[in-house]
């Protein structure tokens, strides 16, 4: 066996020219995207008097049961000056009472009604923009009815992150950790986009954010005239609207642990993959190359596996392909595993290659169920 392989047939040439361009896509992605999050130094908490005042935004539907559970954390947030906006969208169920309830003990709740009326659309736009009206002060906060911060210093660490330059704030929010596969698919799912939207962020490429956890001003949301130009579909308030207000480094990103918001993850396969379904719905929408890119990573890892296995069929090339996949995987579990770190997943990080793999064969099939889901509908 020879260390340098023979080119001597045109199949195994290309298919090893193949093997070495898909590994510098994945290079590509580690070194020029990903690494930017793996190294990224978090601002920490700045003095009390420098903080701005904060509106709190959240759109509610039959919310009740959630709304006790999680709502005290967040209006007993260790924070100077802030109000809580709740908009209650069309509930039928105690909500109201509950709401009433706690503006009684807390005085910068205040509820915004929206009532029962079949020609509002679904989704949590006109929620949003409502709250956002209704907001007394500059700069918001958004999450969701299920979610909870994870400290008390959750609206400190978000504000922090605004400054002049700086109007919109991408924060991270992961899913609570239970029993099953089901739930720890899902949690590598939000821990993989999480490192894909903060690293694109730090890359000058911002995609999206979360809404359960992202912040920015009024004047940034007024500059794009809301939600207008994608409020036709129920989605898009988290990565629409960050496609389009994010330019001129006027944003920054949020990775520390106790500026997260945790929520529940789905309790099954099916209610999974139709929330994916509903996310993939706006991806129509991206820019070319975001989807270019976006795309790119996990169907080079594929291609990339593929060839480097065909490779082997042929004894000269054993050597050379082995110590180029090695080397690439080594750096690929640092710098991803490290990504990975950063938001607080080690187990994650510890097993990645393995997760690494199953996600990117997993997610072609979701979006081919997305895609069906939509023809259905039409």
Not at 129 to 157: M, Q
Request: glycine share 4%; with cysteine; hydrophobic share 45%.
């Amino acid at each position: 066996m020879n260390l340098l392989p023979h080119f001597d047939s045109l199949l195994f040439n290309i298919l090893f020219c193949s093997f070495l361009f898909f590994a510098f896509i994945q290079l590509f992605f580690v070194f020029f995207i990903q690494s930017r999050l793996a190294f990224f130094k978090n601002k920490e908490a700045v003095p009390t008097e420098n903080l701005p005042p904060l509106s709190v935004i959240i759109a509610a539907r039959n919310e009740s049961d959630n709304l006790y559970d999680n709502l005290p954390m967040i209006l007993e947030q260790d924070y100077p000056n802030f109000e809580v906006i709740i908009i209650n969208n069309q509930s039928d169920d105690e909500s109201a009472w509950l709401l009433a309830a706690f503006a009684r003990q807390f005085p910068n709740l205040h509820v915004v009604e929206i009532h029962r009326n079949k020609h509002l659309r679904r989704g949590k736009k006109l929620a949003i923009t409502l709250g956002i009206r209704a907001a007394k002060y500059e700069h918001i906060v958004l999450t969701d009815a299920d979610c909870v911060p994870t400290s008390t210093h959750w609206l400190r660490h978000m504000a922090t992150s605004f400054s002049r330059e700086k109007q919109i704030v991408l924060g991270y929010g992961p899913f609570k950790k239970e029993k099953g596969f089901v739930n720890r698919l899902i949690r590598f799912d939000a821990a993989w986009i999480g490192v894909s939207y903060l690293s694109m962020a730090l890359a000058r490429l911002p995609y999206m954010g979360v809404g359960r956890n992202l912040a920015y001003t009024k004047s940034v949301f007024n500059e794009v005239r809301g939600f207008k130009s994608h409020y036709s579909i129920p989605s898009g308030d988290d990565d629409l609207f960050i496609q389009e207000a994010a330019k001129n480094r006027n944003y920054t990103i949020q990775i520390h642990p106790d500026s997260y918001c945790l929520s529940p993850a789905a309790e099954s396969w099916t209610r999974w993959k139709y929330q994916k379904s509903r996310h993939y719905s706006t991806s129509g929408r991206y820019r070319f190359f975001k989807k270019l890119l976006l795309g790119m990573y996990p169907s080079s890892l594929l291609m990339w596996y593929i060839c480097f296995v065909l490779t082997l069929f042929k004894l000269d090339f054993i050597i050379v392909s082995s110590v180029i996949f090695l080397l690439v995987f080594i750096l690929k579990w640092w710098i991803q595993g490290r990504c990975l770190t950063r938001l607080n997943e080690k187990k994650f990080a510890r097993y990645f290659p393995f997760w690494d793999v199953f996600y990117a064969l997993i997610i072609p099939f979701l979006f081919y169920f997305s895609e069906r889901q939509k023809l259905n509908r039409w």
